[in-house]
């Protein structure tokens, strides 16, 4: 089965800091991709960044990073240089090769960026 | 740019009323999705369906049908509301497979009296 954990309910973080959402999976899939939403007040979900199992770099999406280990099985994310505007909530998603077409997702963490 | 719309962004509705909920999207993706939003639950899967008038329960379906009949066209579909169903409900679209994401409507905000 394939699951998603985000132990973090709530952050906080100064403006203009760099914070660290985490995000651990579970999975028996060989092949497999990790992805980080965005959803602020509108309700709307904003695809960030993705991560596939087999690649050996970590994504980079402009201030957005994704710490991938592999062994460790976690996919935290990184912002950097923290917005007024990155205040929402985070979701770690994972999409598996036997499981396709569904993607799991994590309960969130609720990021608020403190001026 | 992908785009996924929602029938609607807030409904009201009444216990025992028959609900439709609409999503449309125009990339031409394989499949589709309905989850339910609750706060500290995450995002729920009810259904999703990877191709015309195909459909496959996820982990919540109790409750709610779907309908496919359009490719571009996915319906989630209360047969008779309850308090309960209450909560945000996003739709959501994909290609079959690889490491492409899914892209999101805006969500519909359903409250059941």
């Known amino acids: 089965a394939q699951k998603i954990t985000q132990t973090q309910p709530g952050m906080f973080v100064q403006e203009k800091e760099a914070v660290t959402l985490d995000c651990t999976y579970d999975t028996s899939d060989q092949s497999y991709g990790l992805f980080w939403y965005k959803q602020p007040s509108s309700g709307e979900m904003i695809f960030l960044i993705y991560q596939g199992s087999y690649d050996e770099q970590n994504a980079t999406e402009g201030r957005y990073s994704l710490n991938f280990q592999k062994a460790r099985k976690s996919a935290n994310l990184v912002i950097s240089a923290s917005q007024l505007g990155d205040s929402a909530m985070y979701f770690c998603a994972m999409r598996g090769s036997n499981t396709g077409n569904q993607f799991y997702f994590g309960t969130g963490t609720s990021l608020t960026v403190i001026p | 740019d992908v785009k996924v719309t929602q029938s609607s962004r807030y409904l009201v509705k009444r216990t025992g009323e028959k609900v439709f909920l609409e999503c449309v999207q125009d990339m031409d993706h394989e499949n589709m999705f309905w989850y339910r939003q609750d706060p500290g639950l995450g995002l729920r899967l009810i259904y999703f369906s990877y191709d015309v008038k195909m459909k496959e329960k996820g982990d919540i379906p109790e409750g709610y049908s779907v309908s496919r009949e359009k490719k571009e066209r996915f319906s989630l579909i209360l047969e008779s509301a309850s308090t309960n169903q209450t909560s945000m409900y996003l739709c959501?679209?994909?290609?079959?497979?690889?490491?492409?994401?899914?892209?999101f409507g805006p969500g519909t905000r359903l409250t059941v009296l």
């Open positions: 959501a679209s994909s290609y079959r497979g690889g490491p492409d994401t899914q892209y």
